[in-house]
């Protein structure tokens, strides 16, 4: 069982700053990709950024220069640093995890949070 606790999200105003983070807990013997996914109001869910086990990153286009995301592997978390923040930034803001969860297994699976509700008002 593998379990991912967001935190972070809340109301700021535009071109403020916000720090979601997302811990993994569980039967877990290695973690590949990490990502945060969005899904705005009325919209589909969305990749705003990943991070692979090696560092490796990549970034929606929209989001580029102004998030970034990192991860602490010994702690099995992954972070989105969220600056200059604007009103169509805002959404449900889900964790995912690549994960392998089996024992001498190299077959990975993706593991979801609850998501964590981020806000930015004109």
């Known amino acids: 069982q593998v379990q991912l606790v967001e935190s972070g999200g809340g109301l700021v105003q535009a071109g403020g700053s916000l720090r979601l983070s997302c811990a993994a807990s569980g039967r877990i013997f290695s973690i590949n990709a990490m990502a945060w996914y969005r899904q705005p109001p009325g919209k589909q869910r969305e990749l705003v950024a990943a991070?692979?086990?090696?560092?490796?990153?990549n970034y929606a286009d929209s989001v580029k220069g102004r998030f970034t995301i990192y991860r602490d592997n010994a702690k099995n978390t992954v972070y989105l640093q969220m600056n200059s923040l604007k009103p169509e930034n805002t959404a449900i803001y889900y964790c995912?995890?690549?994960?392998?969860?089996?024992?001498?297994?190299?077959?990975?699976?993706?593991?979801w949070g609850k998501g964590t509700l981020v806000t930015v008002s004109s």
């Open positions: 995912m995890i690549t994960a392998v969860v089996e024992l001498n297994s190299k077959r990975s699976m993706n593991f």
């Open positions: 991070i692979t086990s090696g560092g490796s990153t």
